[in-house]
C-alpha cells in the first residue's frame, strides 16, 4: 500500500491527493478534521513535525497516513507492549499491512515480522521504546526502507512530567541514524515548558509545532467534596453511568481493590488494575475491559496510556492526581467518540495533607520537590476555582477559552456561592500561631479544627488546649465548613503542611491575612452536585457530536450492536475495531439499502464495506415497513456482556529488555 519510487519533489506534489485519497479509501472519511491535513502535508514532504492534540483528536492519522503514502514502512514507537496487538488489529481491520515486534511473540513469530519488513512487505511497524537500545533492532532497521518515524505519548520524555520514560531519552538516535527520514512525535497533553522539553530532547529543532485545542466540548467536568468516597462514586455510577464502561482511579493499591471489591458487592461489575498484581490478570482485565461492555476497571495510573476504547463514558478519581497534566491525561480517556462523558471527582482535604506529605517525603533533590509542589498547587486550584473549570484547564495548557462559561461543567451549571472568609482565615490562622508561639506545638488540621469548635477532646484536655485563648471562637462554622476553609487556604498558599505528620504552619503571604491587609475570599461548595440525569440535557449534548437516535432508529441500533458484538467474539478482537458506536448510529439513522449508499457512511473505508457491508445490510434488511424484526445475531452473547477471549501469554519478567514499559510508573500505598 505504500508508495513507490519518485523523489521528493514528486512525492510532495501528489502528496494532498494521495493522502485525500487514502483517508477516503481506508478510513472512510471525505475530510480531515483540524490541524491533521496540514500536519500530514508536512510530514508527506519530509518534515519533522510535534504535534500536540487532545485524546480522541485524530493523532493516529497524522503518522498512519504519510506512513501510506511515503515509501516504506513507518516504525511507530508506542510505549505499552500489551496494547501492540490490539493496534495492529484495528489496521489490519482497515486493510492497513501493520505488524509489531516485541516479547510476547517466540523466536518464530519474530523472524516472519522482521523478513516482512525487509520484504517491504509492512506499511507500519510498532516497536517500544527498549528495543530501539538494542543493537539487533538498529541494524534491522537499517536494512529495511522506513518512510517515517511516529513517536507516540511523546511527553514520556519529559523528565518533569506525569510520565516519564527514561527510554524515551534514547530517541534522539533516530535523528541521528536517519537524518532523511521524517519523525513525528504526539502527545495529547504538554504544557508548553513540556512541549519544547520534547523537541530539545528528541532532538528536533527544526520541527514545525502543531497545536490543536485542548477543548473537549464532550466532557463534563464535576468535582465533589468528598465525604464517603466509595459510597459518592457508586450514587454517581447507579445515578448516571448504570451500565457504562469506565474508569475509576485511586492513588494506591489498596484501594483499588477494596473499591473493585465494592462495586462488585454493589452490584457493578469491576475488576482492580496496578502494577502489583501479575503479568496475566493484568492483561486478562485488561482484555476484558477492551472487549465488554458495562466494566468498571478500578486502576491506579499504571493503567489507561495508549488505550484506544472510544466508548468509555466516565472517568472518576476517588483521589487527587498530582497534576493537572496527569489529571487531564487520564479524563482525556473518556468519550473519544465525541458522545457525552463524565470526569467526576471526589476531592477533600486529606488529599491535599496527603499529597504534600509525599512531595516532602519523596526521593528527588530540592527543584524537583519545587517543581512538583508547583504542579500540586495547579491542581488545587483547579478544584478551588469558582471559575469555569474547562476555562481554567485550557489557560493552563497556554489556550485562551472562547467563553469565560463553557455551561458543561459543574461550576458552570451550579456555580457555587463565594463568601468573604477573611475572619474565618484570621482565626485559624491565630489558631496555628498560638499553639506555636504559646506551647511551641504544631498539629494537623483536626486539631485546630477541634480547638476552633471548642471541643474537649482526650487530646484537647491533654495538652490543655481548652485554656488557649482561640478555643471555641469557631462555632459560627461546622467541621465541614473548617476543614474547606482549610483545604483553600492551602490551595491559597495561606498555609502550608509539613513533615512526615502533616502538621499545619504559616506561609510567607499569611502575615498579610493577620494583619488585615489582604481579603480571603472563599467558595462554598453546592448544596447539591451538579448533574447531567436530565433527559433533556443530554439529548442537547449528544447532538453536538452525533444525531441522537429517533425511536425507530433504536432497536435497529441495538441489532446492530449484537451482530457487532458476535462479529468481534468470532474474531477475538474489541467491538470497535469492527465499528464505532457513531457509525452504528449513523447506520440506524440513515438506513442505506446498498453498498454503494453504505459506503457514504462516515467511518467505512473499502476493507470495512467489503468484509462486513453484506452483513450490515442484512441486519438492516430485518427491519421492514412492517415493523423491527430482530435479527439472528448469531452465538453472541447481550451486547453488553461480551466475553473476554481467552488472553494471549502473559509477558514474562525475563523476557527481554523492553519488559520495562509493562513495569509501571511508581505507585503509593
Avoid at 500536540?52 to 503518522?63: A, F, N, R, V
Avoid at 532523511?180 to 530532547?201: F, G, K, Y
Amino acid at each position: 500500500m505504500s508508495g513507490t519510487g519518485g523523489t521528493m519533489v514528486d512525492v510532495t506534489e501528489s502528496a494532498e491527493s494521495e493522502a485525500q485519497q487514502t483517508l477516503h479509501r481506508v478510513f472512510g472519511y471525505e475530510t480531515f478534521r483540524g490541524e491533521q491535513e496540514a500536519v500530514v502535508d508536512h510530514v508527506v514532504a519530509g518534515g519533522d513535525a510535534v504535534v500536540l492534540m487532545p485524546t480522541g483528536g485524530g493523532k493516529s492519522l497524522c503518522y498512519q497516513i504519510p506512513a501510506l503514502v511515503r515509501p516504506g514502512t513507518g516504525v511507530v514507537v508506542s510505549p505499552l507492549i500489551a496494547l501492540m496487538q490490539d493496534q495492529v488489529d484495528a489496521l489490519r481491520a482497515l486493510g492497513v499491512r501493520a505488524g509489531f515486534i516485541n516479547s510476547t511473540q517466540d523466536f518464530d513469530e519474530r523472524r516472519v515480522m522482521e523478513a516482512e519488513f525487509l520484504a517491504g512487505e509492512l506499511d507500519l511497524l510498532y516497536l517500544a521504546p527498549e528495543r530501539l537500545r538494542l543493537d539487533s533492532t538498529l541494524q534491522l532497521l537499517a536494512r529495511g526502507k522506513i518512510s517515517v518515524f511516529a513517536i507516540d505519548e511523546a511527553h514520556c520524555v519529559a523528565q518533569w512530567g506525569h510520565d516519564f520514560r527514561p527510554d524515551y531519552l534514547a530517541l534522539s538516535v533516530l535523528g541521528e541514524r536517519w537524518p532523511d527520514v521524517p519523525r513525528i512525535a504526539l502527545t495529547a497533553t504538554a504544557t508548553n515548558a513540556t512541549h519544547q522539553e520534547i523537541t530539545h530532547r528528541l532532538g528536533m529543532p527544526d520541527a514545525k509545532h502543531f497545536v490543536a485545542s485542548f477543548d473537549r466540548p464532550n466532557i463534563q467536568y464535576r468535582i465533589v467534596a468528598k465525604s464517603d468516597p466509595k459510597k459518592q462514586l457508586l450514587s454517581f455510577l447507579k445515578e448516571e453511568h448504570a451500565g457504562d464502561v469506565g474508569i475509576v482511579y485511586c492513588l494506591s493499591r489498596n484501594s483499588t481493590e477494596k473499591t473493585a471489591e465494592y462495586l462488585c458487592r454493589n452490584g457493578i461489575e469491576a475488576v482492580p488494575y496496578h502494577a502489583g498484581l501479575d503479568a496475566g490478570t493484568r492483561a486478562r482485565h485488561q482484555a476484558r475491559f477492551l472487549r465488554e461492555d458495562g466494566l468498571v476497571v478500578v486502576a491506579t495510573i499504571a493503567f489507561g496510556m495508549g488505550i484506544d476504547k472510544p466508548d468509555v463514558r466516565f472517568v472518576a478519581h476517588l483521589d487527587l492526581p498530582k497534576s493537572v497534566e496527569g489529571y487531564y491525561q487520564e479524563t482525556g480517556r473518556a468519550g473519544r467518540d465525541g458522545l457525552p462523558s463524565t470526569a467526576w471527582m471526589a476531592y477533600g482535604l486529606q488529599d491535599v495533607v496527603q499529597q504534600r506529605k509525599l512531595i516532602q517525603g519523596g526521593e528527588g533533590d530540592e527543584a524537583f520537590r519545587r517543581r512538583a509542589a508547583a504542579h500540586l498547587d495547579a491542581m488545587l486550584a483547579l478544584c478551588e476555582t469558582a471559575d469555569c473549570r474547562r476555562a481554567r484547564l485550557l489557560t493552563y495548557f497556554g489556550q485562551e477559552p472562547q467563553t469565560a462559561a463553557c455551561g458543561n461543567c459543574d461550576t458552570c451549571l451550579t456555580p457555587p456561592e463565594t463568601w468573604d472568609g477573611t475572619v474565618a482565615a484570621q482565626k485559624l490562622l491565630s489558631t496555628v500561631v498560638r499553639l506555636k508561639r504559646e506551647r511551641g506545638q504544631k498539629f494537623g488540621a483536626g486539631q485546630i479544627v477541634d480547638i476552633l469548635l471548642g471541643r474537649k477532646t482526650a487530646k484537647v484536655i491533654q495538652f490543655d488546649h481548652d485554656q488557649l485563648s482561640v478555643f471555641g471562637i469557631g462555632e459560627e462554622l461546622s467541621e465541614a465548613e473548617w476543614r474547606g476553609v482549610v483545604r483553600q487556604l492551602l490551595a491559597q498558599g495561606l498555609l502550608e503542611v509539613e513533615g512526615e505528620y502533616g502538621t499545619l504552619v504559616l506561609t510567607e503571604d499569611s502575615g498579610s491575612v493577620l494583619g488585615r491587609e489582604r481579603e480571603v475570599r472563599l467558595r462554598k461548595e453546592a448544596a447539591k452536585p451538579a448533574s447531567r440525569s436530565s433527559k433533556g440535557e443530554r439529548k442537547a449534548k449528544a447532538s453536538a457530536a452525533v444525531a441522537e437516535l429517533d425511536p425507530e432508529a433504536v432497536p435497529v441500533f441495538e441489532a446492530l450492536r449484537a451482530w457487532r458484538g458476535a462479529r468481534a467474539k468470532e474474531q477475538g478482537v474489541p467491538a470497535y475495531v469492527i465499528f464505532h458506536d457513531a457509525t452504528l448510529r449513523e447506520i440506524a439513522t440513515v438506513r442505506p439499502a446498498s453498498l454503494v449508499e453504505l459506503g457514504g457512511i462516515g467511518g467505512l473505508g473499502e476493507k470495512k464495506l467489503a468484509t462486513y457491508g453484506e452483513g450490515v445490510l442484512e441486519v438492516l434488511g430485518s427491519f421492514g415497513a412492517a415493523g423491527p424484526e430482530a435479527p439472528d445475531p448469531g452465538p453472541a452473547p447481550a451486547p453488553h456482556h461480551v466475553p473476554a477471549p481467552v488472553p494471549g501469554p502473559p509477558v514474562a519478567p525475563d523476557a527481554d529488555p523492553e519488559f520495562g514499559w509493562d513495569e509501571e510508573p511508581p505507585e503509593y500505598e
